[in-house]
Structure formats: structure tokens, C-alpha cells
């Protein structure tokens, strides 16, 4: 996966500098407030949020006029929390997602609609349960098990408010069209991700 990582950067870097349309390479971050969407199998549990953040490198690439195709490589953290009587449990994934956005600008306005599908590799897992006894934690790298899917199709759909030229701030929805388990139990529930974030972006 450090490998797919390095390989994108290098594609990005090299459009950036090879493109022979108008092309910006920038960078961004910003707040992640996941959640999942339970499915059918031995989900009878309620879930909170499990804030985290993204952070990575986007490209805006002009098409015509206020229209532009803005690919991203994002590290990103997603999961859930819930409390039960017997103490609290907290999951958190980490992903790399590849969004293929297309970002429509308002006439008039530095505001944009941005929309478009998502690519999501996990990396690792991390489970921590906590009670009046202790704490328990558990990381599992993705590579070596096969408890959840590795990658996940899904979509994007947000605002972006470009301040200037260089500085943007926005906020999207984000959610996988797939399940993370087709078969879903108490150790490992069918559930799909869904992530509000906010954050800002700067383009060179």
C-alpha cells in the first residue's frame, strides 16, 4: 500500500508538470466526523461519531470555464463508537481514498459543487474496548487479514468556497456504496462508512 501511495504522488507530480491544460497541484486537510450505516446481520446496537481527519494532495485541472476535474489522494480516518453495559468500544479504519471529483463553480461566485466517485483501500484497523476494568486495545493490518474488504467503491458530493485563488475552504458527505462484510457478525458487523468532513485547501 506505501508503494500504491508513492505511485500516485509521482502520477500527480508528473501531470502537474507535463500537463498541456491549465493545472494546479495543491495540498488540504481537514476535520473527519465518521459514522457507518448498519446492515441487516447482528447489528442491534446504536453508534456515535468517531471524529479523525483526511489529508493528502489534490490536482484541479481546468476543463472550460468555471468547470474543472479535481482527482485527490487522501489519507483518511474513518469509524464508529458505542457504549454498551459492558463498557465502551471504539473502531477506527484507516483508508486511503482516491476521489475523481468534478467541481462546478456558481456564476458570480467563488462558490463550487463538487461531486463525484471514490476509491477507498484500508490499511489497518484498530479496535480499543474500555470498562471499569481496564482498557483492551487491537490493530490489525488489513494485509494480513481478511475480515473486511480491502477496497470500496463509493461517493462524494460537498461545497468548496474558494477565499482566492490559492485558498479554499469547503465540506462534503461521503459514503461507500458497499459493504465493508458481506456476512456480518457481533465480532465483525456489516456496516457501510459515511463521513462529514470539513477542512481547508491550498493550491500552488
Known amino acids: 500500500m506505501k508503494k500504491l501511495f508513492v505511485l500516485l504522488t509521482a502520477l500527480f507530480i508528473t501531470g502537474a508538470a507535463n500537463a498541456q491544460s491549465p493545472i494546479r497541484i495543491g495540498i488540504k486537510g481537514g ?5 457507518i450505516i448498519k446492515e441487516n446481520n447482528n447489528n442491534n ?14 490536482l484541479d485541472i481546468s476543463l472550460i470555464e468555471g468547470l474543472a476535474l479535481t482527482p485527490e489522494v487522501l489519507y483518511s480516518t474513518k469509524g464508529y463508537k458505542l457504549s454498551s453495559s459492558f463498557g465502551d468500544f471504539t473502531q477506527t479504519t484507516n483508508f486511503l481514498d482516491i476521489p475523481v471529483l468534478l467541481s462546478i463553480r ?4 467563488g462558490l463550487n459543487v463538487v461531486a463525484g ?19 483492551v486495545d487491537q490493530t490489525i493490518v488489513e494485509d494480513d ?6 477496497n470500496l467503491i463509493g461517493g462524494v458530493i ?6 482566492n485563488s490559492n ?5 462534503r458527505y461521503a459514503i461507500d456504496f458497499q459493504k465493508n462484510n458481506e456476512n456480518g457478525s ?19
Open 186 to 204: 457481533s465480532r465483525t458487523p456489516e456496516y457501510k462508512n459515511q463521513v462529514f468532513s470539513v477542512g481547508f485547501g491550498y493550491k500552488f
Open 45 to 58: 446496537f446504536s453508534t456515535k461519531v468517531n471524529p479523525g481527519f483526511n489529508a493528502g494532495l489534490t
Open 31 to 35: 476535520l473527519n466526523l465518521p459514522n
Open 106 to 109: 456558481l456564476a458570480g461566485t
Open 145 to 150: 487479514a481478511n475480515r473486511f474488504k480491502k
Open 117 to 135: 466517485p471514490q476509491v477507498s483501500f484500508l490499511l489497518s484497523t484498530k479496535n480499543k474496548f474500555q470498562n471499569g476494568f481496564g482498557s
Open 158 to 163: 460537498g461545497l468548496r468556497y474558494d477565499i
Open 167 to 171: 485558498v479554499d475552504i469547503h465540506g
